[in-house]
């Protein structure tokens, strides 16, 4: 079945910065985007940007221009994001999800599992 | 950006109840508009694509309509495990927004 796996919780420190993975199986990689968001605690959900592991382009939200890097790797089909000069106000479930494109539709199914992202002192 | 506003944030139903949702666009956004089911500690799983189609798996007792700037999700008979955050979520362009969420709880 079509599952994307993240790597675990992390704890950082205010300044710091980390890189989550996102580890696609039961299809191939390369034909879908793979998008980020995350949820702050107790609150929604807001989009990061999204990378082509075709291509490896990329395009980010405003916020997140200059802080957010997103790459691939091919060889096992799997996913990265990183964010710099993390802040408490960076502290959020991280999750990845496929980007699905159909005529008249598009969609992000499914969704990895989340990764807790904790900056603290 | 397009904002997405949900209404109402909350709601209280029970089992058996009929609940509808709804989600306002800032401008227009055609039929992409998707709705998303979260339960507490998991990720979203997706319901609606595209409006009005059903992802697959999900009970036919889920429906989404409209167009435009107007959307409705409705559950026709709420069931035990239906309590949860429902979010919409625009795909007509970027960034993608989301609504700021439906918890539904029971009565």
């Known amino acids: 079945q079509v599952q994307l796996v993240q790597s675990g919780a992390e704890v950082k420190k205010p300044g710091a910065s980390v890189k989550i993975s996102c580890k696609a199986s039961?299809?191939?990689?390369?034909?879908?985007?793979i998008h980020w968001m995350r949820q702050a605690p107790g609150q929604g959900l807001e989009w990061m940007g999204w990378?082509?592991?075709?291509?490896?382009?990329?395009s980010f939200a405003q916020k997140f221009q200059g802080r957010v890097t997103m790459t691939r790797d091919t060889s096992i089909s799997t996913a990265y994001m990183d964010l710099s000069t993390l802040t408490s106000d960076d502290t959020a479930v991280y999750y990845c999800?496929?980007?699905?494109?159909?005529?008249?539709?598009?969609?992000?199914?499914?969704w990895g599992q989340g990764t807790l992202v904790t900056v603290s002192s | 950006d397009v904002q997405m506003t949900q209404s109402p944030s909350s709601l209280s139903a029970s089992v058996g109840d009929r609940v509808t949702i709804t989600c306002r666009a800032s401008?227009?956004?055609?039929?992409?508009l998707n709705w998303y089911q979260q339960k507490p500690g998991k990720a979203p799983n997706l319901l609606i694509y595209?409006?009005?189609s059903l992802q697959s798996g999900v009970p036919s007792r889920f429906s989404g309509s409209g167009s435009g700037t107007d959307f409705t999700l409705t559950i026709s008979s709420l069931q035990p495990e239906d309590f949860a955050t429902y979010y919409c979520?625009?795909?007509?362009?970027?960034?993608?927004?989301f609504g700021q969420g439906t918890k539904v709880e029971i009565k």
């Open positions: 999800a496929r980007g699905v494109a159909t005529p008249g539709a598009r969609c992000f199914d499914p």
């Open positions: 039961g299809y191939t990689f390369t034909d879908y985007w």
């Open positions: 990378i082509s592991p075709n291509s490896g382009g990329t």
């Open positions: 401008q227009s956004i055609s039929t992409y």
């Open positions: 595209g409006a009005s």
């Open positions: 979520q625009q795909s007509d362009s970027f960034p993608r927004t």
